[in-house]
């Protein structure tokens, strides 16, 4: 334990970081976006076409959540909660209050993070093709097929939406699962990784189009 973080924290939250943000970040667009099929049942092409459609229209957003990850060495869940921002086209901030505070902020495909009880800051630069505005072009027109390197199952039962996003290649996440209601707003969002670890998001709060500007995205 090093000022209040678990052993390995850092690393976690980086590895987290690289592997699966980008991942957090594709669905969090679809939960914010979708207007929810009207109809019983929904293929998951049909799914991430009302979803294309919806984010459309949105300028930017905002999220309370509460993130409870589940370490396989760890016998209880590390709780923190924390909220969201994004702006469109390119800025994406998540935050996490204590005990496990951190903070990380992606402009295009620049990430950085901040853990503040250790005096932390790293910065990345991810891929071109893994940068929010690489993810944008895909908005202007229709979806024809699932995207590659993906499996996407989509179930509709209660008056809810779920939504399973399974990566093919066998890399550090295994499953992602959402959960939102019939007008789009999300509830729950799973992340299923492959060496055990979980992380399950829980939202509140969700506030579209609200004139969100630069200064909501300092670190500082």
């Not at 980008?22 to 019983?40: D, E, G, K, Q, W």
């Not at 620049?110 to 790293?122: E, H, S």
Request: charged share 30%; glycine share 6%.
């Amino acid at each position: 334990m090093r000022n209040g973080y678990p052993q390995g924290w850092d690393h976690a939250v980086r590895e987290m970081s690289l592997h699966s943000f980008l991942l957090l970040f594709a669905v969090l667009f679809l939960a914010i976006s979708s207007t929810a099929a009207s109809a019983a049942t929904i293929t998951p092409l049909e799914g991430l076409e009302l979803a294309r459609k919806g984010f459309s229209g949105v300028t930017d957003f905002t999220a309370d959540i509460t993130q409870e990850k589940h370490v396989a060495l760890l016998r209880k869940p590390m709780i923190s909660n924390g909220q969201v921002r994004f702006k469109r086209p390119d800025q994406f901030y998540m935050e996490l209050y204590a005990p496990y505070p951190s903070r990380l902020l992606l402009k295009d495909n620049v990430l950085t993070m901040v853990l503040p009880a250790d005096g932390i800051r790293q910065k990345s630069v991810l891929p071109k093709e893994e940068g929010l505005l690489h993810w944008f072009m895909h908005l202007d027109r229709p979806l024809t097929r699932l995207p590659d390197g993906v499996d996407v199952l989509a179930e509709r039962r209660d008056g809810m939406l779920t939504l399973c996003i399974i990566p093919k290649e066998k890399k550090g996440v295994r499953e992602i699962s959402l959960t939102l209601l019939d007008d789009g707003r999300p509830q729950r969002l799973v992340i299923e990784e492959r060496n055990r670890d979980r992380t399950i998001i829980s939202f509140r709060r969700v506030k579209k189009n609200v004139g969100l500007t630069a200064d909501d995205f300092r670190m500082e």
